[in-house]
């Protein structure tokens, strides 16, 4: 009798440690690659710019918070890799941040169609969110052209 006992919680020990192992550990969870990084003052994001959609070339943005600027480019592939040229967008005063006042961007990119990727900002100060979205300057054709399609408030102010 005692050696079926010593059997019998043996098992339902078995059993409740699989289970528990099954509940803490859940499924396993996957790898996530971000297409952005920070480094002290500085964040930059990449993203796909349609020139063609069957052929998009790489975007480049560059956070620069020092400056409060943000800068894009365009690598063109079919050029050996040649950056386009910077563009830049004074995000404080897009933001509308007061002089010398901190500020505190998020930014991240998304597609919104194939082959073209919006850059996403938030402002978390001014309680703002822009979109934009970059591709090579129409006028020179040898640079960058960043534009601003919405500006709205995420917050009462």
Request: charged share 20%.
């Amino acid at each position: 009798m005692k050696t079926a006992n010593q059997v019998l919680f043996l098992g339902l020990g078995i059993i409740l440690g699989a289970v528990g192992a099954f509940f803490a550990l859940g499924s396993p969870r996957t790898a996530e690659a971000r297409p952005n990084d920070r480094f002290e003052d500085f964040v930059i994001c990449t993203g796909a710019c349609a020139v063609n959609p069957r052929s998009p070339l790489d975007g480049v943005w560059l956070l620069d918070y020092r400056t409060g600027k943000l800068l894009g480019t365009v690598i063109d592939r079919n050029a050996g890799g040649k950056i386009l040229g910077w563009a830049e967008v004074d995000l404080a005063t897009e933001f509308n941040v007061a002089p010398k006042s901190p500020a505190h961007f998020l930014m991240t990119t998304g597609t919104i169609t194939a082959g073209q990727a919006a850059l996403y900002i938030a402002e978390v100060t001014t309680g703002k969110f822009g979109v934009y979205t970059m591709g090579p300057d129409p006028a020179t054709q040898t640079g960058a052209s960043i534009r601003r399609h919405d500006m709205v408030p995420f917050r009462k102010g």
